[in-house]
C-alpha cells in the first residue's frame, strides 16, 4: 500500500511537471497602420492614424488584433493590459486560450516606428530579447523566447533596409508568421539570416486582419502542418475577402520558396 501511494505521488508529479511544461506563448508584433508614415494606399483618416492605437485598422478597429481576438472570438480570453518600458510600444495586452495553456502577448508599435517594430521581431525570430512577464506566480516567456512570433502590418521591407545584428545559431529555431504584403518576397532574406521557421506568408497583397492571424494560431496549436496551417488561412480570408478560394490558396505559403 506505502509503494503504492509513492507511485501515485510520483505520477502526479510527472503530470504536473508534463502539462506546466505545455504552456506556449505566442508574441504578435503589430505596426499600426499609418497614413503618414508608410508606404500604403491611404485609409481612412481615424483609422490610419498610426499613433492611436484605439481605432487603428489593425488593432482597434473591427479586424484589428485587439478587437477581434477581444471582442469577436471566444477562443481567447482577455487577460489584462501591460505597461511596456518601449517607447514605441503604444499598447500592450495579453490574452489566454480559454481552454489551453497557451498566452498572446500583442504589441501596437506606433506607425511611424514600423523599422524598429520589424527589427525587433527578426530579433525575437533570432531568439533575441528575451522578455519574461510575470502573470499570476506564473513566468511566461516572450520576445527571443516565446514559441511563435508573428509580424502584422505593412510590409515596411519594399521601403526600407533593417540592420540586425543575428546570431549565427540558435538554440531553438522559431515559428513565425508574417502577415504583410509580399511577405515570402522581401522577408526570406531575414528570417533565413533569423534561423526561423516560416509556418505562413504571402505572396502578394493583402490586407492583414487578425481573422487569419487566429486560424494560423488555432492551426499551430493543434501541430499542424505548414501546409494545413496555409489551407486554414486561405480558407477563412476567402470567408471575409470573398476573393475566391484559388486566389486565396495562391495568396497564402509556407516555407520557403523552391
Known amino acids: 500500500m506505502k ?3 509513492v507511485l501515485l505521488l510520483f505520477l502526479m508529479l510527472v503530470l504536473s511537471a508534463k502539462s506546466y511544461g505545455q504552456t506556449k506563448t505566442i508574441h504578435v508584433y503589430v505596426a499600426l497602420c499609418d497614413n503618414k508614415f508608410q508606404g500604403i494606399v491611404p485609409v481612412p483618416e481615424k483609422i490610419g492614424n498610426g499613433k492611436d ?3 487603428n485598422l489593425y488593432w482597434g478597429a473591427g ?11 471566444k477562443d481567447w480570453k482577455f487577460i489584462k493590459q501591460l505597461k511596456s518600458s518601449n517607447p514605441y510600444i503604444l499598447d500592450r495586452i495579453l490574452f489566454k ?6 498566452y498572446i502577448l500583442a504589441d501596437a508599435y506606433d506607425g511611424e516606428q514600423i523599422k524598429p517594430c520589424i527589427e525587433d521581431f527578426l530579433k ?13 506566480s506564473k513566468d511566461l516567456n516572450f520576445g527571443g523566447n516565446a514559441d511563435l512570433l508573428a509580424y502584422i502590418g505593412h510590409d515596411g521591407l519594399m521601403d526600407f533596409d533593417v540592420n540586425v545584428g543575428y546570431k549565427k545559431t540558435n538554440k531553438k529555431q522559431k515559428d513565425v508568421i508574417v502577415l504583410a504584403c509580399y511577405s515570402r518576397n522581401f522577408f526570406s532574406p531575414e528570417i533565413k539570416k533569423a534561423n526561423a521557421n516560416p509556418i505562413l506568408w504571402t505572396t502578394h497583397l493583402m490586407a492583414p486582419e487578425a481573422y487569419t492571424l487566429k486560424s494560423a494560431i488555432d492551426g499551430w496549436i493543434n501541430n499542424e502542418s505548414g501546409k494545413q496551417i496555409d489551407e486554414r488561412a486561405a480558407q477563412v480570408y476567402n470567408k471575409y475577402q ?8 495562391n495568396l ?6 523552391k
Open 97 to 102: 486560450h480559454a481552454t489551453k495553456e497557451v
Open 242 to 249: 470573398k476573393c475566391g478560394i484559388k486566389g486565396a490558396r
Open 53 to 55: 492605437p484605439r481605432l
Open 63 to 73: 479586424y484589428g488584433v485587439k478587437s477581434y481576438l477581444k471582442l469577436k472570438t
Open 124 to 136: 525575437a525570430s533570432n531568439t533575441q530579447n528575451p522578455l519574461k512577464i510575470e502573470i499570476d
Open 3 to 5: 509503494i503504492n501511494k
Open 252 to 257: 497564402f505559403t509556407t516555407g520557403f520558396k
